[in-house]
């Protein structure tokens, strides 16, 4: 049972530092709180033998149990259709990982639900890190849905932007 609870532990300090929402190339985290708070809304979320995440997963934030994160998981690996929510509960970000070629389309939302921008991210997974990156055409968009500007990034660096 101590066990457990370690793997718990240890689990609820790997869910601080998962992505949550590029900004660039930074993912948001969760705003502060208590630790214990957190864990106790993570309990019906599932691991594997090896205690890798796994099955439908659900993180919820804060007092008020807002949900921030919804995807699934398949021996630790994030698959199908991810999505990131603002503290308000409207969609911040829509993630499709692609296990054919290891990529992820991204879409991201602004706050009143208009596209912001919308591209495709990589992650490399190592045995101590995981690094998450944009690369090829992003399209970008101002807040009222309008197209503003294509950036194209190589391995997670800015190499150029244009309007079209």
């Not at 240890?10 to 949550?20: D, R, T």
């Not at 990131?84 to 969609?91: A, D, I, K, Q, V």
């Not at 968009?141 to 079209?164: C, I, M, P, R």
Request: charge should be positive.
């Amino acid at each position: 049972m101590a066990h457990l609870r370690v793997s718990i532990l240890c689990l609820g300090m790997l869910l601080l530092f998962l992505p949550i929402g590029a900004a660039g190339q930074e993912k948001e985290l969760p705003r502060q709180g208590a630790l214990k708070e957190r864990l106790a809304f993570w309990k019906n979320n599932r691991f594997d033998k090896e205690g890798r995440y796994h099955g439908r997963w659900k993180v919820y934030l804060g007092d008020d149990k807002k949900l921030i994160r919804n995807g699934r998981f398949r021996h630790g690996v994030e698959v199908g259709k991810w999505k990131y929510y603002y503290p308000s509960g409207t969609l911040y970000m829509l993630e499709k990982y692609n296990r054919r070629d290891n990529s992820i389309q991204v879409s991201k939302y602004y706050e009143n639900g208009s596209l912001a921008r919308t591209g495709t991210a990589r992650i490399i997974r190592s045995t101590f890190k995981d690094h998450y990156f944009w690369f090829g055409e992003w399209q970008v968009y101002d807040e009222q849905g309008a197209f503003s500007h294509t950036e194209t990034y190589k391995e997670g660096n800015l190499v150029s932007s244009t309007k079209k």
